[in-house]
């Protein structure tokens, strides 16, 4: 057997069962030779987690988890920790790895699992493949809760962040087997991992948010394609929290939330060449749930078109919040029948707190297309000087069918240079 057959995930015999040597001193371990039936039936889950095990464990430069091609592997909950041995790991996704039905309750009864798969404290971690990762998320959205839901604590109605994660009750068992709702489920999470690249593969029908960057540094998203129906709950396509140095660029993102969402304790974010749409836009927030202070600053959102989403340039914060977010760009940003093209809402629940996070040294330059709804532009913010150095530079948004637009401003420190319409009346 030559070294192409190996490193194209063809099962070697003997001892390279175990471990396969590539070109380059470089380690592949395919996770059908660990067992892996790859029928779309036969439970997975195991399998994979014996190739992490040997890959992660693998003394080299480099080491590859291969998922082939042409096969359906059923994965339930599973992490995968490091650190690993290698100083660079990857995991290659050529086939289709695809989540349990939420009706599997066996498959999802440990009830602390509020993700499907999850890489914690890996450095130097690479993602990558034209592979899919199908998150089963069709039999969740059914489930999703509802005011009257009668099993407390088992489930919460906002996006998964790590904040109201620590909330989500232990009876999520009883909440599965009672059919009432689905909890919150980041169907790829990752936790502390440096130097990290999630690039080319393809993400859709999560049951909540699809990818998850959590305390990581010097991470590249970069040709992603992540889907979900515009009406599917909370299905976030990437969000980034309390991580710096993250680049997410060339990717198409449309999901039933945000393309993009940003949360606090994060900074120097890049978002990039992203088609966004159905969804909720580019998010900043939200900040400062719960009277939390919020710290977000250096984003820089640039080259996005947004199709039919309900926002674009988005800045949210909670009422009653401390903290700030500042330095903050959006350039060369297109609008296509977008409800609420450019917004910052200080009163995310709430228009009764004047409490706010500090908004300032916000940027919109080059900002174009149509808006669905009369009000392409609203800066509402709290009293007391909390949305400053606001600059508006060459903005053109109309409605779609050429009607008028309107703009409104509350307690936002606003300067216009170029040409802006629709007019924005701050002072």
Known sequence: MNLLQCAAGIICSGILLALACCAAGELVFDVVAHGARGDGRTDDTKAFEAAWNAACGAKGPSAVMVVPAQRSFLVGPVSFQGPCASGRVTVQIQGTIRA??????????????????????????????????????????????????????????????????????????????????????????????????????????????????????????????????????????????????????????????DCVSISSGSRFVTVDGIQCGPGHGVSIGSLGKNGETAAVEYIDVKNVYFTNTMNGARIKTWEGAQGYAKSISFTDIEFDNVDHPVIIDQFYRDRTLELAVAISN??????????????????????????????????????????????????????ISGQVYPEIPCH
């Open 100 to 257: 349990p039905p939420s009706t599997a309750a066996s498959a999802w009864s440990m009830g602390t699992n509020l993700y499907w798969l999850m890489f914690n404290r890996v450095d130097g971690l690479r993602v990558t493949g034209n592979g899919v990762l199908d998150g089963s998320g069709q039999s969740w959205w059914v489930r999703r809760c509802h005011s009257d839901a009668s099993v407390a604590g088992a489930c919460v109605e906002s996006a998964p962040t790590v904040d109201n994660i620590a909330r989500i009750s232990s009876s999520l068992d009883e909440a599965l087997h009672s059919g009432i709702c689905s909890s919150l489920w980041q169907a790829l999470k990752l936790v502390s991992c440096n130097n990290l690249e999630l690039s080319q593969f393809s993400s859709r029908n999560s049951p909540q948010m699809h990818i998850a960057i959590i305390e990581s540094s010097g991470v590249n998203v970069w040709g992603l394609n992540i889907a979900a129906p515009g009406n599917s709950p909370n299905t976030d396509g990437v969000h980034v929290e309390r991580s710096q140095g993250v680049q997410i660029t060339n990717s198409t993102i449309g999901t039933g939330d």
């Open 362 to 415: 916000v940027t919109y330059t080059n900002l174009k297309g149509t808006s669905s709804l009369p009000t392409a532009v609203a800066f509402d913010c709290s009293g007391g000087g909390s949305c400053t150095d606001i600059h508006v530079n060459s903005v053109m948004i109309t409605r779609s069918g050429g009607q008028q637009t309107f703009a409104r401003c509350r307690n936002a420190r606003v300067s």
